[in-house]
T-cell receptor
Framework: DAGVTQSPTHLIKTRGQQVTLRCSPKSGHDTVSWYQQALGQGPQFIFQYYEEEERQRGNFPDRFSGHQFPNYSSELNVNALLLGDSALYLC?????????????FGPGTRLTVL | AQSVTQLGSHVSVSEGALVLLRCNYSSSVPPYLFWYVQYPNQGLQLLLKYTSAATLVKGINGFEAEFKKSETSFHLTKPSAHMSDAAEYFCAVSGAGGTSYGKLTFGQGTILTVHP
């Protein structure tokens, strides 16, 4: 049973560019959340998708957008990249009805903005 | 609103010694509480979770945590540290309802070092 997978593993971009990160949830999971983890910090919630709609959003600007597909996989898009967007981006999934909201995390995508 | 405070960004113990990592939370709704571990260049792995059942929660790798509502704490312990426990540990909270439903709020993390 594959866990949460993310691609790519690493990515280098320059300021002003746009980036798309991809996530496939764990089998049987229909809810996907994205987190940003800056160096030396705890993960920060970006947003959560369920039934192909954004259900919750953290304190991130509109440059951060997402999408969920019918097969529950998800994309995170970041426009007009800033140096401060350099971070590990984590995708997490869970079944909607799972008590306690335990989320299963992927290995992350390391984004470096130069 | 919810928040998590982890006291001590670095904790160092000797192999075989007690591990104690501190976590205090704030939540406007009944909380769900979690401890995750992160090894270098990896994602997060769940150690244990509290979901309003037993207040003493046992997790993987010999870790356990006790939910104390009066102290708004959820400290993580392990009786005897092993070299393989060296990693970064994150405490997280989510709410059973409202705007915190399904959204994990993490602490800043505690790096655990284990000396031989």
């Amino acid at each position: 049973d594959a866990g949460v997978t993310q691609s790519p593993t690493h990515l280098i971009k320059t300021r002003g560019q746009q980036v798309t990160l991809r996530c496939s949830p764990k089998s049987g999971h229909d809810t996907v959340s994205w987190y940003q983890q800056a160096l030396g910090q705890g993960p920060q919630f970006i947003f959560q998708y369920y039934e192909e709609e954004e259900r919750q959003r953290g304190n991130f600007p509109d440059r951060f957008s997402g999408h969920q597909f019918p097969n529950y996989s998800s994309e995170l898009n970041v426009n007009a990249l800033l140096l401060g967007d350099s971070a590990l981006y984590l995708c997490a999934s869970n079944p909607r009805g799972l008590a306690g909201h335990e989320q299963f995390f992927g290995p992350g995508t390391r984004l470096t903005v130069l | 609103a919810q928040s998590v405070t982890q006291l001590g960004s670095h904790v160092s113990v000797s192999e075989g010694a007690l591990v104690l990592l501190r976590c205090n939370y704030s939540s406007s709704v009944p909380p769900y509480l979690f401890w995750y571990v992160q090894y270098p260049n990896q994602g997060l792995q769940l150690l244990l979770k509290y979901t309003s059942a037993a207040t003493l929660v046992k997790g993987i790798n010999g870790f356990e945590a006790e939910f104390k509502k009066s102290e708004t704490s959820f400290h993580l312990t392990k009786p005897s540290a092993h070299m393989s426990d060296a990693a970064e540990y994150f405490c997280a909270v989510s709410g059973a309802g409202g705007t915190s439903y399904g959204k994990l709020t993490f602490g800043q993390g505690t790096i655990l070092t284990v000396h031989p």
